[in-house]
């Protein structure tokens, strides 16, 4: 099994929620794929 590096920008202009939405979506990501390695957020 390779190792594949994703990436995924989210842009906006502040206040408009997008740390909040990553905090979200790396929670779902980790609750399905518990090996996923995410960092700077939590």
């Given at each position: 099994?390779?190792?594949?590096?994703?990436?995924?920008?989210?842009?906006?202009?502040?206040?408009?929620?997008?740390?909040?939405?990553?905090?979200?979506?790396?929670?779902?990501?980790?609750?399905?794929?518990?090996?996923?390695?995410?960092t700077?957020?939590?």
């Amino acid at each position: 099994m390779t190792d594949r590096l994703n990436v995924i920008i989210i842009a906006g202009p502040n206040g408009a929620g997008k740390t909040t939405f990553a905090r979200e979506c790396l929670s779902v990501v980790q609750q399905f794929w518990p090996t996923a390695r995410t960092t700077g957020l939590e």
